[in-house]
Each structure stands twice: as structure tokens, then as C-alpha cells.
């Protein structure tokens, strides 16, 4: 087995993922656990970290390198944000040390876009797109990074030019449970899911962005007046929200935009099923594989004694 040369930790809001990776880039260990930064706030992220260490026999004073909420202005400690246009290399040379520790940790900064008419902050997906674009990447891309806080990204030339959020898991969330419209889908994850619904209003939503609210509202009276059933209700709100974030994410790059996909899992499926029935050109990256790479890339840029051990 390979010696252990780093550990690699994405320390989101409700979630904590830490990998041990080895001289040789290898995964030696992996831990998951439910103790993202709103626990960590109250239980102590040193005593977070260190169990998890400790679980995985990690040697003393292994440098460790951190992304995420670990680094927001409630968490650990502060990192900060680079402002864009910026590369994508420094990210990986903005990483802000946590004092006091036996060990060298490091928190990657976020990213901000400063514009009066659209503000917007970048935490934990800048680590992600990291680890799907090369910082040398040559062209125009756009990045997708689905989630409660969808993120799309446009890099040119491995310079991050601007990006947009949308909040598109969360207002499902809130919607769902929290509005009048949890009627309708109580009870939908007993039933089939409807992907002709899905489908349906997300080439509505695509069509006509300024109609989602009205759109959305159709799974209540779709129920009243032609008996939709409530895995439908919950297909057409989903499919809404979906085609609405990707209409405004592609209104300026166009529908022709060659789109990188960073998702794994449920929203892997969710989002190429909506390139898929949109026609749209993409490409898939594992989330989970992109983050790994991009703290990756970072430990080696900040700790080069690894890189050359395993060159």
C-alpha cells in the first residue's frame, strides 16, 4: 500500500467527505458522515476532523486540504473569495491556513463575481470545476454543477469569465413541502415517477422561462381538472424548475454551448435526461471524482514535496 501523503476533505453546509490519498494519488480511505459546517459549528471542526482521522489511522501531522463551508465567513476559518474574471490556478494558490494546529491545513477560497446587477458567490464548486477543467484548458466551456444551488460557469481559455446560480433544489424543496402545492405530490414517492410529465413541462419551462410560476401551478390544477396524479404533480414542478434554470443559464451562451455535466447520482440522471430531451450537446464528469481532482490539484500546488515523490 502506498504511503499516505495528504487528506483531502469537502466540508459542505450538512454533509463532510474526506478521502486519505496516497503518495500515488490513490484513494487509501474515505469517510462520510452528516457533519457539515452547521454541526461542526457547535461540536468543534478540530474534533470533527480528528475522528475522522483517527478512524482511518492517519499519521501525525498529515497536511490536510479542505473546500466548501468549512471556509464561509460561520464556519472554521474565513478563506475569503477571488474576485472573476480570474484563472483557475489561483484558486489553487489562494488557500487561507487554519493557525493553531498540529498539522498543515489549508481552506480553498470560493469565488465572487462583483457586479452590482448580478452579485454572486461560488463556495465549494469552484473545488469541482477544478477538477473538470484542466487550469491550461484551451476554448469556451460551460460548466454545470447541479445541486440545492445550481451553479453554471463559463471558462474561456482556463479563465473563469462569469457564472450564475440558481436555486433550483432548494425552491423545489420549499415548494414541495412548504407551499400549497404539497397537496399535490403527497405521497408521490409511493407512485411510479412520470417522466413524460417531466419532459413536458421542462420543454414548456425552456420555451417560456417567464412563465415557470404559472407553469408550476399547473400540478395543482392539473390535479383539480384532469386528475394528475401526485408523482406527476412532482414531475411537472421538477421539470419546470430544471427548464427554467437551464433556459437563463444558456441565454447568453446559446443553445449550441458544448455544456460539461459535474453530477453524480440522482441529479446525474435528472439533468442528462434534460439535455437529452432539450437536444443539448454535454458531457459527464463524476461529481464526487471532480472534487477529488481539484483538492488534488491543490495539494500538489501547495505542497509540490508530494508531487515530486510521485513523479
Known amino acids: 500500500m502506498a504511503k499516505p501523503a495528504y487528506v483531502a476533505v469537502d466540508w459542505g453546509t450538512s454533509s463532510f467527505r474526506l478521502w486519505l490519498i496516497g503518495e500515488d494519488g490513490e484513494v487509501l480511505g474515505e469517510r462520510r458522515s452528516g457533519e457539515g459546517m452547521t454541526t461542526a459549528a457547535q461540536t468543534g471542526f478540530v474534533n470533527v476532523l480528528q475522528s475522522h482521522l483517527t478512524a482511518l489511522s492517519a499519521p501525525e501531522g498529515i497536511p490536510v486540504i479542505v473546500c466548501g463551508m468549512a471556509g464561509a465567513r460561520q464556519g472554521w476559518v474565513e478563506a ?16 487561507v491556513s487554519v493557525p493553531g494546529q498540529s498539522r498543515d491545513v489549508r481552506i480553498l477560497p470560493g469565488l465572487a463575481q462583483r457586479s452590482k446587477e448580478a452579485p454572486d458567490v461560488i463556495r465549494g464548486e469552484e473545488t469541482q470545476l477544478l477538477g473538470a477543467i484542466p487550469a491550461d ?7 454545470c454543477m447541479p445541486g440545492t444551488h445550481s451553479k453554471w460557469v463559463r471558462v474561456v481559455d482556463g479563465m473563469v469569465t462569469g457564472f450564475s446560480t440558481f436555486m433550483t433544489g432548494e425552491l423545489f424543496d420549499v415548494i414541495t413541502k412548504h407551499s400549497i402545492l404539497a397537496h399535490a405530490v403527497a405521497r408521490a414517492q409511493d407512485m411510479p415517477t412520470d417522466d413524460q410529465a417531466f419532459e413536458a413541462a421542462l420543454l414548456a419551462a425552456f420555451k417560456q422561462p417567464a412563465l415557470a410560476t404559472n407553469l408550476i401551478f399547473g400540478a395543482r390544477a392539473g390535479q383539480l381538472l384532469h386528475g394528475l396524479t401526485a408523482a406527476g404533480a412532482q414531475a411537472r414542478i421538477s421539470g419546470t424548475l430544471v427548464g427554467a434554470e437551464i433556459a437563463g443559464a444558456l441565454s447568453a451562451a446559446g443553445k449550441d454551448a458544448a455544456i460539461t455535466l459535474v453530477a453524480s447520482g440522482r441529479l446525474q440522471t435528472l439533468y442528462e435526461t434534460a439535455f437529452q430531451s432539450l437536444s443539448l450537446s454535454y458531457q459527464t464528469i463524476d461529481a464526487d471524482a471532480a472534487v477529488r481532482r481539484g483538492l488534488s490539484a491543490a495539494a500538489k500546488a501547495i505542497w509540490p514535496d508530494h508531487e515530486r515523490k510521485t513523479a
Open 137 to 143: 484548458s484551451r476554448g469556451d466551456q460551460i460548466v
Open 80 to 95: 475569503g473569495y477571488i474576485d472573476t474574471p480570474t484563472s483557475l490556478s489561483a484558486i489553487l494558490t489562494g488557500a
